[in-house]
Every structure is written in structure tokens, then in C-alpha cells.
């Protein structure tokens, strides 16, 4: 195949995002750009760009490009184990048949879909997560770190569709699990440090100083690469139980 015809044929793939039930598709000739306006209004929140993200095609690819000047976002594939942080400015290619992008504006945590009919790569499941362990891939959890990403990112993983979901105060996820909150800001603080130590970025925001987002950070990196899932969320009814008999929880 000629580049020409690789060009013609790339231009010619439909490709189509995926929010809150809603479909949207993406035209070759402009870009589709993502925010509180553009061709994907997200929501009037005022912690989001005006456009933010923006699909374009050029160079006979397909782009998902940052526009933002503040706001970072998850990208990645339907395994979850090809994951990218695109940063304000940066740009990748849309090379497999769908991607899952996540991003956070104040409280809350947003998700879509893009999906494209022409497959560069196809991704393959290397490592599954199975309910009630502690392990996915390298990274391991202690049962109290699972609980508190599962308490944080229960609202994102009720969703039944991509749109949005919010991300509760520590007070509030400290309730929730029935911690103190000295207690829930330590396991935070130790879960962000492990992470940190993997490679995951945002989870801090300079040496020694955690980033103040580091709890949607979080969210998104653990949802994303299937850290934890909807498969999680009977540990929270467990936890309820517990208070509910006067159980104690993990230490």
C-alpha cells in the first residue's frame, strides 16, 4: 500500500466518541474539539477548559491532542495495559480500536470513549485482576489501599456509560470506610508513594510535596489500568457490614 493510499484510507475511518450515552462523529477535515465548548460540551464546570482536547487528522494519522494549559488526561486502551498521561501541549496517535480517556476538573472525573475501525494495534490482555486479590500486574495492594481507591472511585466505576462521576473530600471517604481522617490521610499517603515509586505521574507535585489532585490523579490511574474495578465494589457493602456488627476494619 502506498503512503498516499495509507492516507486515504485513514482519512476515510470512522471514528467516533462515546459520552453519556451519546455519540459523536469525528469529521476528518476539522478538528473536534472537547471542553465546556466545542463540538463535546462536557459540562459548564468552571474547573474545565473552555476546549480542552481536540481530535484531529494529520500526517495520515489520527491525533487526540492536550489544547489545555492546566488540566492532564488518562488515555488508555480497552486492556488497560497501554496507559499515557497526556499533559498539558502533548499529543498521541489513535492507533487502537478504542481508547478510554479520563480526566479531572475540580471534584469531578470525567470519561469517554474513541473508537476507530481501523487498527494499527490490537491490544491483548497480559495480566487479569480477579475479585478479592491484592495484585494486578507489579503492583500490590494491601487490602486497606484497595478499600480506599474503591472508596474514592466508586461513583466513576457505578457509571453505567462513560460521562462523569465525582470524586468525595477525604473527610467524606473517610466516612464512608468509618477511618478517622489522620488515618485515612496516611494510607492516601502510602498508596501515592507506592504508586510514585512505579512511575505513576501526578501523584506528586514536587520532591516531598504531594499534588493537591492527587486523589482524582488516582482515581484515573487506577480505573483506567484496571487497578481496581467494578468487580471492587462489593468490598465496600463489606466494609458497611463491619460497622453495621461493630466489626473492626483494616488496620
Not at 194 to 213: I, M
Amino acid at each position: 500500500m502506498t503512503d498516499d493510499e495509507t492516507t486515504d484510507t485513514a482519512s476515510s475511518t470512522v471514528v467516533r466518541v462515546e459520552f453519556c450515552g451519546e455519540q459523536y462523529a469525528v469529521d476528518a477535515t476539522q478538528p473536534f474539539l472537547i471542553g465546556r465548548e466545542g463540538d463535546l460540551v462536557v459540562d459548564e464546570n468552571p474547573f474545565l477548559h473552555r476546549t480542552f482536547l481536540s481530535i484531529t487528522f494529520e500526517a495520515g494519522l489520527w491525533w487526540l491532542t492536550n489544547i489545555g494549559n492546566t488540566l492532564s488526561a488518562t488515555v488508555t486502551d480497552t486492556t488497560g495495559n497501554v496507559q499515557a498521561w497526556l499533559a498539558p501541549g502533548a499529543r498521541l496517535p489513535i492507533v487502537f480500536p478504542e481508547l478510554l480517556v479520563l480526566f479531572s476538573a475540580g471534584a469531578t472525573t470525567y470519561d469517554f470513549t474513541i473508537t476507530s475501525d481501523l487498527e494499527y494495534y490490537s491490544p491483548s490482555q497480559l495480566s487479569t485482576t480477579t475479585a478479592g486479590t491484592t495484585t494486578v500486574g507489579p503492583i500490590h495492594l494491601t487490602s486497606s489501599q484497595r478499600l480506599l481507591i474503591v472508596a474514592l472511585a466508586e461513583d466513576v466505576l457505578r457509571q453505567a456509560t462513560p460521562g462523569r462521576g465525582e470524586i468525595p473530600a477525604s473527610a467524606a471517604a473517610a466516612a464512608r470506610l468509618g477511618w478517622s481522617q489522620t488515618t485515612f490521610n496516611r494510607k492516601l499517603d502510602n498508596v501515592c508513594d507506592k504508586l510514585d515509586k512505579f512511575g505513576v505521574q501526578g501523584l506528586r507535585g514536587g520532591p516531598g510535596k504531594l499534588a493537591t489532585g492527587r486523589r482524582a490523579r488516582l482515581v484515573e490511574y487506577a480505573v483506567s489500568t484496571r487497578l481496581v474495578d467494578t468487580s471492587d465494589l462489593p468490598l465496600l457493602d463489606h466494609a458497611d457490614q463491619l460497622d453495621a456488627v461493630g466489626g473492626s476494619r483494616p488496620a
